[in-house]
């Protein structure tokens, strides 16, 4: 049989569609845009990604109507709305059991289950294509802000073994990657028992052949001692790490039930920075939360500056059903959210170029992961976008380039050094 699979959302969900699309594949379903399976793994952090999930199942329908439609993930697991027009209805477990279910597919089947008790889902990829590979090591959150919905539809922080996630990274190494990413919906709140995230990261960058390891995304509260002497001491965690703020102002960063204020937000990345000079640090903002003040959201921006950001991925707020701050009055009128996210873009970019600048006339390794027209692109350890003249066969190698020019959004560059390291 034929399918194809649609992703909404983050990282995680990227990865878990990853892991379908490798049981379908090893039981024979092949790739296909006249597919028999269609599968929507879809998203529900804001309204408007509901009305993206929703519309994508529409348009499935109506694009494929003979063909079996799985709809499974967040929007699902959140609205769990039985009613809706699919033929099998996924939560956020059991997305392992993909091919079981379309085995058994007779009649219409709903599987979403609680997930306040719900055990971690052990999956592996084996599909590699020699990019940069993810591993999932969490899953859930136990931080409740008070503006998301996740913890309510991904349930507790639950671990993978660590003796799971080595395997899993080894294999991943033998299969060519040089570069792995761990993700996770709270990643560094990974624990496994007594061995903490920390643990996990002093034995991944000790792995042989891993050149870089990156954490998707991880909390201010969670880089403690034992994780800034990871970053300290190995150059195999790279010089990149996003790191949400959700706002710079302390009485909206209260209102959201943020684990910190701006102070030790800022201290704890001139820590970081004092360690590692060159660490590109990227962060999350919400701007339009309820009751944020113009005065308010000029703080956040100072703030911003303050930290040293060199991107800001800038979000307004949505209202989420059941949160506490969708309860909270004083909404933001939805012209004034989108110039204040208009203001906090044109600043990102500033940001974002300035730091650019800084490395014109540098030599750098990076890791080609895409071949375009004769340009290799790829990412340096600090995550800038490199753009060079190159050969297919570079794909997946490390490569010492001199950057020469910023043409944003990328870095254009030669290539100086390269060994072909398989």
Avoid: W
Avoid at 94 to 100: D, G, L, P, Q
Avoid at 183 to 211: C, E, N, Q, R, W
Wanted: charge should be neutral; proline fraction near 3%.
């Amino acid at each position: 049989m034929k399918y194809k699979i649609f992703t909404l959302g983050c990282k995680v969900n990227e990865y878990e569609s990853e892991v379908m699309e490798n049981l379908l594949e090893n039981h024979g379903y092949v790739k296909s845009d006249n597919p028999d399976v269609c599968v929507v793994n879809t998203c529900t952090v804001t309204n408007t990604a509901d009305s993206k999930s929703r519309k994508m199942i529409r348009s499935l329908r109506r694009k494929y109507p003979k063909a079996i439609l799985v709809v499974a993930g967040c929007m699902i697991q959140n609205k769990q709305d039985k009613d809706i027009d699919a033929d099998i209805i996924i939560g956020n477990q059991n997305k392992t059991k993909i091919v079981e279910f379309l085995k058994d597919f007779k009649d219409k089947i709903y599987d979403v289950h609680d997930m306040n008790d719900a055990p971690f889902e052990d999956m592996m990829l084996n599909n590699f294509d020699l990019t940069r590979a993810y591993i999932k090591i969490e899953d859930g959150c136990d931080n409740y802000c008070s503006y998301c919905i996740i913890p309510y539809v991904r349930g507790h922080v639950r671990s993978k073994k660590h003796e799971k996630v080595i395997e899993e990274a080894k294999n991943l190494i033998k299969n060519g990657h040089k570069e792995i990413v761990l993700t996770g919906i709270h990643t560094g709140h990974y624990h496994d028992g007594s061995y903490s995230f920390a643990d996990l990261l002093k034995d991944l960058v000790k792995l042989d052949g891993l050149k870089r390891l990156r954490i998707s995304s991880i909390e201010i509260t969670e880089i403690n001692d034992e994780v800034l002497n990871v970053i300290q001491n190995s150059e195999v965690l790279v010089n990149h790490m996003h790191i949400p703020l959700q706002s710079g102002s302390d009485e909206i960063l209260k209102m959201m039930n943020r684990k910190y204020n701006k102070e030790y937000f800022i201290n704890k990345i001139k820590k970081i920075k004092e360690i590692k000079p060159d660490m590109n640090v990227t962060t999350d903002v919400i701007v339009g939360f309820p009751g944020e003040s113009d005065e308010q959201f000029e703080e956040c921006i100072e703030t911003i500056k303050k930290a040293g950001f060199t991107k800001i991925h800038v979000f307004p707020y949505s209202d989420r059903e059941g949160t506490k701050a969708s309860y909270m009055s004083n909404k933001i009128p939805g012209n004034v959210k989108k110039e204040r996210v208009k203001k906090l873009l044109g600043i990102s970019r500033e940001l974002e170029e300035e730091y650019m600048q800084k490395h014109i006339g540098q030599e750098v390794s990076f890791i080609p992961e895409v071949y375009d027209d004769g340009y290799l692109v790829g990412h340096t350890s600090n995550y800038l976008m490199i753009k060079a003249k190159g050969d297919r066969s570079f794909l997946g190698n490390e490569v010492i380039v001199k950057i020469s020019k910023v043409e944003y959004p990328y870095l254009l560059s030669e290539i100086k050094i390269f060994e072909l390291n398989r």
